[in-house]
């Protein structure tokens, strides 16, 4: 049987962060997560290393602006290496380049350029989804599925099996279209709603959740609020434990 990897998005967390790094990292390691994806790792490089340290967290991914009119990808592949995190995703690519097929396979070209850059730094880069890269149809295709066959072999997915379901695609079927690529997985719930404090621990809203585990069992398993009424350090607790149970 497969060995499930289990981590957390760090911008669950985020007010913790901004308040206590240290004391944020360790109660994550202390709810027996052994990976984060780090949030914001350029602006509190210092902290997260000697957190890393301390807690012995392993920042398995991270996510940057690496293609956006802001972007410093130099840098942000510089930072991802000097603090060892294995993959830096590009968090959002702006809609407005999703409306044609000619728009997206230029931004396919833009990540695989920065691609390229961080090979020499052992940085793979990945690509994260809302759902505004499903919504549209493309012969057949999501966005997503045109802007992976346009993508580097190396370069891979994470997908937001929330935001793919609420955008229309189904997230399993999207696993299986885009394949192995797809090398890590957001896992949130809650009801298909763009509302994000809606959004629930995993296993107590409405998403496909067993389902999606299954079609991609070796899969990183993230798990994410993008918002959420409640405590948040719970919500990710909660999770981990039903991720845990159900991935048996």
Known sequence: MTERVYSVQLYTLRNGITTDLPGA???VAAMGFENVELW???QYQDEYRHALAETRLRP????ADLVGTDADASAAVRA???LGIGTLIEPRIDADRWTTREDIEAAAADL???ARRARDEGVAIGYHNHDHEVRQDFGGRTGLEVFAEALDEDVVLELDTFWAEVGGASAVESISRL???????HVKDGPYTTTLKEQQPVGQGAMPVTDILKAAPDAVRIVELDD????TFEAAQESLRYLVEVDR
């Open 179 to 185: 394949g192995t690529r797809v090398k890590f997985l």
């Open 228 to 231: 959420y009424a409640g405590d």
């Open 80 to 82: 991802a290496a000097e």
């Open 25 to 27: 990292l360790a109660r």
């Open 112 to 114: 695989n350029t920065v």
């Open 40 to 42: 914001r790792f350029e």
């Open 60 to 63: 398995l991914s991270a996510h």
